[in-house]
């Protein structure tokens, strides 16, 4: 089984900047392709960005599109998701996740197999 680990949440101001970190223990998932995902309070989990699994390949969600980049250093085990340009609506809970059964990024929830436990994100307006 693999294990996700996120990091580099934090509270910052809008227009500022975050990069959050996933790291992957246990199974390798230098196969898989990965995602982020965020939820805010009382509403549902959110496709963020995906890439496949040897990251030359990424899609975006339309809101974050040109603010946020994805990216995956497989030698590490970890992918990366730098976020730009933040606004109010960017906060979030923030997970990562691992897709064993394809190599090319999925938007969908179910897609996935594996979670983190999720970093939370402020923006203060």
């Known amino acids: 089984q693999a294990k996700l680990k996120e990091s580099g949440g934090g509270l910052v101001q809008a227009g500022g900047s975050l990069r959050l970190s996933c790291e992957a223990s246990g199974r390798t998932v230098r196969n898989d392709a990965m995602g982020w995902f965020r939820q805010a309070p009382e509403k549902g989990r959110e496709f963020v960005a995906a890439?496949?699994?040897?990251?030359?390949?990424?899609m975006y969600a339309d809101s974050v599109k040109g603010r946020f980049t994805i990216s995956r250093v497989n030698a590490e085990n970890t992918l990366y998701l730098q976020m730009s340009s933040l606004k109010p609506e960017d906060a979030a809970v923030y997970y990562c996740a691992a897709a064993t059964r394809y190599d090319s990024g999925r938007s969908v929830a179910s897609a996935y197999d594996y979670w983190g436990q999720g970093t939370q994100v402020t923006v203060s307006s």
């Open positions: 890439i496949n699994w040897n990251g030359d390949a990424t």
